[in-house]
């Protein structure tokens, strides 16, 4: 039973297009976070909801955009597709300060 | 601004070896830090989460230790196998501001059979 799901593992579209990447975590975390994975393999923090609400949002273009239904699910929106967009994708989830993460799969996204 | 760097940024050893793998962090005022593994094209595998009262942690072959003061962690990996060949990433997060990690570049560590 996958505790932080991410959908879908993979994602090929062209630059321009819209698309979003859904996430879900069955854990009973308050806390759930986007990542973004570049081609140098670094990991950074693009944002993080506690409860439905939004806490951190890092400098990220306003194209992408994350939703968040309920505490168990967070997703990302990005708009109009750029080459640059191309990466990586996690999301994870906390239980907040003091505690760990728990990763998803990632997702992987290239843009053409 | 917290800035975590790891070193070395690969490493190839043959099996059996024991062998350390280190993180520094610029800002020593950090809740935990978190020790974690990546497998080629797979997600992140959480290893060790020491907090920042703790001087170590261990799990197995793995052991974490922590010198907040120096803003140093080391991962200790005992009698190395092929299996251990992965990615392993260091994340601190801090005590100021909203609670998230910052990761560092991470070691690609190759365990020659």
């Known amino acids: 039973d996958t505790a932080v799901s991410q959908t879908p593992k993979y994602l090929v579209t062209q630059m321009g297009n819209d698309k979003s990447i859904k996430c879900e975590q069955n854990?009973?975390?308050?806390?759930m976070y986007w990542y973004k994975q570049d081609s140098k393999k670094f990991l950074k923090i693009m944002f993080s909801?506690?409860?439905?609400?939004?806490?951190i949002n890092e400098t990220v273009p306003n194209r992408f955009s994350p939703k968040s239904p309920d505490k168990a699910h967070l997703n990302l929106h990005i708009n109009s597709l750029e080459l640059g967009d191309s990466a990586v994708y996690f999301c994870?989830?906390?239980?907040?300060?003091?505690?760990?993460?728990?990763f998803g799969s990632g997702t992987r996204l290239t843009v053409v | 601004k917290q800035e975590v760097t790891q070193i070395p940024a690969a490493l190839s050893v043959p099996e059996g070896e024991n062998l350390v793998l280190n993180c520094s962090f610029t800002d020593s005022a950090i809740y935990n830090l978190q020790w974690f593994r990546q497998d080629p094209g797979k997600g992140l595998t959480s290893l060790l989460l020491i907090q920042s009262s703790q001087r170590e942690q261990t799990s197995g072959r793995l052991n974490a230790s922590l010198d907040k003061s120096s803003g140093r962690s080391t991962l200790y990996i005992a009698a190395s196998q092929p299996g251990d060949s992965a990615t392993y990433l260091c994340?601190?997060?801090?005590?100021?501001?909203?609670?998230?990690?910052?990761f560092g570049t991470g070691t690609r560590l190759k365990v020659l059979a």
């Open positions: 854990l009973g975390h308050d806390t």
């Open positions: 994870a989830s906390g239980q907040g300060a003091g505690y760990g993460y728990t």
């Open positions: 994340a601190v997060s801090r005590t100021s501001g909203t609670y998230k990690y910052i």
């Open positions: 909801y506690n409860n439905k609400e939004l806490i």
